[in-house]
């Protein structure tokens, strides 16, 4: 079993920045990829971003391209979102997953390919 913690949300107002951590414990994946969804009141959970642990490759949603940033610590277990010129449109409880790895070119940002998930963090940006 993979455990997910994250933490790093709060309250900042339009055009700041925040950055999330997601740390990973228990049984790990030898080759995954870990990503950033989001989900706002009354709306379905969506994809920000992911990043392939053992290669680096990251991807992003359109509307955060640009201003969010994915990366990891391998020392650490642990991926960061990095948030900057956040938006009102932003709010929005923050998930980190993790899924195991597929051969080949994948499309990593489908929510039913993750297998584990934290209990998110929120970040809420006023206007």
């Known amino acids: 079993q993979v455990q997910l913690v994250e933490s790093g949300g709060g309250l900042v107002q339009a055009g700041g920045s925040l950055r999330l951590s997601c740390a990973a414990s228990?049984?790990?994946?030898?080759?995954?990829?870990m990503g950033w969804f989001r989900q706002a009141p009354g709306k379905e959970r969506e994809f920000v971003a992911y990043?392939?642990?053992?290669?680096?490759?990251?991807y992003y949603a359109d509307s955060v391209k640009g201003r969010f940033t994915i990366s990891r610590d391998s020392a650490k277990n642990t991926v960061y979102l990095q948030m900057n010129s956040l938006k009102p449109d932003d709010t929005s409880v923050y998930y980190c997953?993790?899924?195991?790895?597929?051969?080949?070119?994948?499309?990593?940002?489908?929510?039913?390919?993750?297998?584990?998930w934290g209990q998110g963090t929120q970040v809420t940006v006023s206007s």
């Open positions: 228990g049984r790990t994946f030898s080759s995954y990829a």
């Open positions: 997953a993790a899924t195991r790895s597929y051969s080949g070119s994948f499309d990593y940002s489908r929510r039913s390919l993750y297998d584990y």
């Open positions: 990043i392939k642990w053992s290669s680096g490759s990251t």
